[in-house]
């Protein structure tokens, strides 16, 4: 049995992750950090796919309680043969009104959450010799978002941080590749009105928004043996919009 650790995975695009890999018979390390009852109805949805789920609250920002969440998903599993480095936050504002507690925020969340996840997993995978690491990022980090400038930009380090450790890592044999996903309807879109929805539609080749469904089954392909040489690559599923 393999096991999975998913972050951010209570709701949205992480939860059709869960959902996707527990079909497919992984055993499920569910992350959240404050959406607590969500996770509990997901973890029990899980197990009915007659796999383990263990759910563990922890802030990715916070390299302490990431560091105690390995540590127990380890002792529980014995391995994490999987890693999605899916939690992520918004910010949308103009760059010169952000503060630096929302910079420091952003930063904390999507970007130095994917290095503490790093840091406390890729020493078993490399004992183990073997792994595969999945990190989101956005569009956003390839192309840059007016009024997403921190977003942007803590996106784009994501995928620095793809390209650099999937060269480091490869000898080892692990792949560590990202995906960028475009306009995705989940939560993250809750500021926006139906009309601002629809213009978004409308500026999508494939005419369409995408769904967490789309995002997981890439995320989900590049975890499986089809991907095995795959690295180092930076996937968009945005039906187009960045083109
Ligand atoms: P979402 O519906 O807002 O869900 C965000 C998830 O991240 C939640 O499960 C949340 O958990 C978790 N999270 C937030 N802060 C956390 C923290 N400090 N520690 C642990 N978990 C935390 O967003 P989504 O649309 O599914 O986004 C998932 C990923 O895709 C993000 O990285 C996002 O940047 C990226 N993305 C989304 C879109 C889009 O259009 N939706 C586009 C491009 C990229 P709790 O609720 O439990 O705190």
Redesign the pocket.
Same mark, same amino acid.
């Given at each position: 049995m393999k096991t999975v650790l998913i972050?951010?995975?209570?709701?949205?695009?992480?939860k059709e992750i869960a959902l996707k890999f527990a079909s497919k018979g992984y055993d499920i390390i569910l992350?959240?950090?404050?959406?607590e009852q969500k996770?509990k109805d997901l973890s029990k949805q899980i197990e009915k796919l007659g796999v383990k789920c263990m759910l563990y609250k %922890?802030? &990715? !920002?916070d390299e302490v309680q990431v560091e105690q969440m390995v540590n127990v998903a380890l002792k529980t599993f014995g391995r994490i043969d999987v890693l999605v480095n899916? %939690?992520? &936050? !918004?910010l949308s504002k103009l760059f010169q009104q952000t503060t630096p507690s929302e910079v420091a925020k952003v930063f904390g969340?999507?970007t130095f959450?994917v290095i503490n996840l790093g840091r406390a997993v890729v020493p078993s995978m490399v004992s183990e010799k073997c792994g595969k690491i999945i990190n989101?990022s956005?569009?956003w980090g390839k192309v840059g978002a007016s009024m997403e400038t921190i977003y942007s930009a803590s996106k784009g380090a994501v995928i620095a941080f793809t390209l650099a450790l999937a060269k480091e890592l490869a000898p080892s044999g692990i792949s560590v590749n990202c995906v960028c996903?475009?306009?995705?309807d989940?939560?993250?879109?809750l500021n926006l009105n139906n009309d601002e929805k629809n213009d978004l539609k409308e500026q999508t080749p494939l005419n369409r928004l995408g769904t967490?469904e789309d995002v997981a089954n890439v995320v989900y392909f590049l975890a499986s043996d089809s991907a095995n040489f795959i690295t180092g690559q930076v996937i968009t599923v945005d039906g187009g919009f960045a083109l």
């Open positions: 972050t951010g995975a209570s709701r949205g695009i992480g992350n959240y950090n404050s959406s996770a %922890a802030d &990715v !920002a899916n %939690a992520g &936050v !918004a969340v999507n959450g989101i956005s569009i996903p475009g306009v995705i989940t939560d993250m879109l967490p």
